[in-house]
């Protein structure tokens, strides 16, 4: 499977931006960021139905990931300077025995998208 972000751009601190992931309901969807000069980090995920989401600590509380059937969405509110990254996603099986929060769980990695968040 194929995967594009899409939806990055330069925002001030405090402002909200939402990015996109072509990717169908025959997958659970992760979220990672990386930073630079730092590793990639997990934002978030979502199951395969929408049914359940899971959050870093980071960002618990200001984003929120949705899905409709072929795209996966990260609405990111309160946007801070620490939260500038490349931001990608990534798919993973329905149902796997491998936490949502570890890349291992996924095998499918799209380019990512520039975040940017300055005054």
């Known amino acids: 499977v194929q995967l594009q972000a899409s939806g990055g751009g330069f925002v001030q601190p405090g402002a909200s931006l939402r990015v996109s992931c072509a990717a169908s309901?025959?997958?659970?969807v992760g979220w990672f960021r990386q930073a630079p000069g730092k590793e990639r980090e997990f934002v978030g995920a979502i199951r395969y139905d929408g049914r359940g989401t899971y959050y870093a600590d980071s960002v618990k509380g200001r984003f929120t990931i949705s899905r409709d059937k072929n795209t996966v969405y990260l609405q990111m509110n309160s946007l801070k300077p620490g939260d500038t990254a490349v931001y990608y996603c990534?798919?993973?099986?329905?149902?796997?025995?491998?936490?949502?929060?570890?890349?291992?769980?996924?095998?499918?990695w799209g380019q990512g998208t520039l975040v940017t968040v300055s005054s």
């Open positions: 309901n025959d997958y659970s």
């Open positions: 990534a798919a993973g099986p329905k149902n796997s025995g491998t936490s949502y929060y570890t890349e291992n769980r996924y095998h499918s």
